[in-house]
């Protein structure tokens, strides 16, 4: 009531061991959810025998309150995952990276590189089907894989990768070693890519 948010009583929907609070939210799509709740609980506390001495010296039950901040951690990141569509930053994403080899020639480097990706603990998925690129690059965006390491045989000749970003497409080829810092650092840093960031300032 001091804070003056808009709030709505609701009768006989308390849990029944005392009175509570939900702090309800809205997804993109419009679904309703109770992202946080605090409860009292006038029954744990006598049960399990709890007891304090207040200032005149008299033994009293205390209050038990439940607090769940971000209520279940299931329902927050169903919460994320519906209002942001999957759509999350590098260190967030399930899967980080995908390797997309050309063609079959090429699987062996690939295979180097994604094990190199895993062995530095960055998420990532080979695709070496007999699809044509296109096809493996439209698969990676629909699972919305941030990054997509494109593999030829002048990048194997080379030791390079051809980067293509979700929202920025093909951000150029550059050494498999840079590659590894700049993936590094982004997901420890939780940032913005390097490339990214440097063209919004040069902007």
């Given amino acids: 009531l001091e804070g003056n948010f808009e709030f709505e009583e609701v009768k006989g929907e308390a849990a029944f061991y005392g009175p509570k609070i939900d702090v309800q939210v809205w997804s993109a799509i419009g679904k309703e959810f109770t992202l946080a709740t605090n409860q009292v609980d006038f029954a744990v506390p006598e049960k399990f025998g709890l007891s304090y001495t207040d200032k005149r010296g008299r033994r009293c039950t205390p209050l038990c309150i439940h607090r769940a901040p971000l209520g279940t951690h299931e329902r927050f990141i169903g919460f994320l995952i519906e209002h942001?569509?999957?759509?999350?930053?590098?260190?967030?994403?399930?899967?980080?990276?995908?390797?997309?080899?050309?063609?079959?020639?090429?699987?062996?480097?690939?295979?180097?590189?994604?094990?190199?990706?895993?062995?530095?603990?960055?998420?990532?998925?080979?695709?070496?089907?007999?699809?044509?690129?296109?096809?493996?690059?439209?698969?990676?965006?629909?699972?919305?894989?941030?990054?997509?390491?494109?593999?030829?045989?002048?990048?194997?000749?080379?030791?390079?990768?051809?980067?293509?970003?979700?929202?920025?497409?093909?951000?150029?080829?550059?050494?498999?070693?840079?590659?590894?810092?700049?993936?590094?650092?982004?997901?420890?840093?939780?940032?913005?890519?390097?490339?990214?960031?440097?063209?919004?300032?040069?902007?």
């Fill in 84 to 203: 942001f569509g999957g759509n999350f930053p590098l260190w967030l994403a399930p899967v980080q990276v995908a390797v997309l080899p050309i063609s079959e020639k090429v699987n062996g480097y690939s295979t180097v590189i994604y094990n190199e990706l895993m062995k530095l603990g960055i998420r990532a998925i080979i695709n070496d089907k007999p699809d044509k690129i296109g096809a493996k690059i439209r698969q990676a965006e629909i699972e919305k894989i941030n990054v997509m390491l494109i593999l030829g045989e002048k990048e194997e000749k080379d030791k390079l990768v051809s980067i293509r970003r979700r929202f920025e497409g093909n951000t150029g080829t550059i050494g498999f070693d840079e590659l590894k810092l700049d993936l590094v650092n982004e997901i420890k840093n939780r940032s913005l890519s390097h490339r990214k960031e440097t063209a919004t300032t040069t902007q």
